[in-house]
């Protein structure tokens, strides 16, 4: 059983940058391949990005290339999520997710969840 913490959310300007982190315990981090989503209020679960378990292959939704990157440190069994650029449309809940295949990246069927942490973009 894996267990995800996000940290590294809270309140920051337009334009602005965060850095999430999220880390892993109870199973082996580099056997997983990890994703990061968000949710707005009222809104779905939308994919952002994932990076595979050597961390050699990224993958990005369109709303967000080029202003996040995802990383990983499997000594650390963390996965980061830098956020550039910010926009007042980037405020949700974010989440991290990890799973084992690297399949049906962009749909919530991920096996481990984190609890979320809020990230607040004000204009």
């Known amino acids: 059983q894996v267990q995800l913490v996000e940290s590294g959310g809270g309140l920051v300007q337009a334009r602005g940058s965060l850095r999430l982190s999220c880390a892993a315990s109870?199973?082996?981090?580099?056997?997983?391949?990890m994703g990061w989503f968000r949710q707005a209020s009222g809104q779905w679960r939308e994919f952002l990005a994932a990076v595979s378990w050597s961390g050699d292959s990224t993958y990005y939704a369109d709303s967000v290339k080029g202003r996040f990157t995802v990383s990983r440190d499997n000594a650390k069994s963390t996965v980061y999520l830098q956020m550039n650029s910010l926009k007042p449309e980037d405020t949700a809940i974010y989440y991290c997710a990890a799973k084992i295949g690297f399949d049906k990246i962009a749909t919530t069927e991920w096996k481990y969840w984190g609890q979320g942490t809020q990230v607040t973009v004000s204009s």
């Open positions: 109870g199973g082996t981090f580099s056997m997983y391949n």
